[in-house]
């Protein structure tokens, strides 16, 4: 299994509604990443978990809030988001985030396509 | 700082065409290079790689090769297929310090008519 799976394909939530978008691998990988992309661009970095750890936030708004329950599953909350966070939210894994190897290969899943009315 | 820079799409082209889509880069140290393809609705895939100067990183025909000296990692293919239209992104991991992050440049649109 070398797929990372993300749930919900589509989602439409208002500004004031609570949603979470869902991601899941089962490659044994310890790193996983939530990614931001807008139309057009590409995928600028939000947040890394090595070890079920908060490695990186790279001064992500509070409105997102990440959570890594186990290896294998990562969370990102949305609360009272904004239109302009309308985008695909890619996650992603690799082995480690250490440089070397194997470690730098990235998976992505097909990710969530996310509209903020 | 890192960065990636990579041609102004988008390039369409007709089957059977020969394909090069430029990259530059600016780093310091000895960054690692990528090449990742990003099919319509999908998530990227590591498309190729290349971790010192002068490696050259191939996968499905697609190549490119590490040139230190012109700061270059310039992806080639001799003949496209119209199932290679994707989004291209060219990126780099540098090598300093223990965090990932890769970073990207804008990304090139190809489309390949029959």
């Known amino acids: 299994d070398t797929e990372v799976t993300q749930t919900p394909k589509h989602l439409v939530m208002g500004m004031t509604n609570k949603k979470s978008l869902k991601c899941e691998q089962h490659m044994g990988h310890r790193a996983m990443y939530w990614y931001k992309q807008k139309a057009k661009k590409p995928p600028e970095l939000m947040f890394v978990?090595?070890?079920?750890?908060?490695?990186i936030n790279e001064s992500v708004p509070s409105r997102f809030s990440p959570e890594c329950p186990n290896s294998s599953l990562l969370n990102l909350h949305l609360h009272a988001l904004q239109p302009e966070d309308s985008a695909l939210y890619l996650c992603?894994?690799?082995?480690?985030?250490?440089?070397?190897?194997?470690?730098?290969?990235?998976?992505f899943g097909s990710g969530t396509q996310l509209s903020v009315l | 700082g890192n960065s990636v820079t990579q041609m102004e799409g988008p390039v369409t082209l007709s089957e059977e065409a020969f394909l090069t889509i430029n990259c530059t880069y600016t780093a310091t140290g000895y960054p690692s290079l990528f090449w990742y393809v990003q099919y319509p609705g999908e998530g990227l895939q590591l498309l190729l790689k290349?971790?010192?100067?002068?490696d050259k990183g191939s996968n499905k025909g697609f190549e490119a090769t590490y040139r230190k000296e012109t700061t270059s990692f310039h992806l080639e293919k001799g003949s496209v297929q119209v199932s290679d239209s994707a989004v291209y992104f060219c990126?780099?991991?540098?090598?300093?310090?223990?965090?990932?992050?890769?970073?990207f440049g804008k990304g090139t649109l190809l489309t390949v008519n029959p």
């Open positions: 990126a780099l991991l540098n090598s300093g310090g223990s965090n990932y992050k890769l970073t």
């Open positions: 992603a894994s690799s082995q480690g985030i250490t440089r070397g190897g194997a470690n730098e290969k990235l998976f």
């Open positions: 978990y090595s070890y079920e750890k908060l490695s």
């Open positions: 290349a971790t010192k100067a002068d």
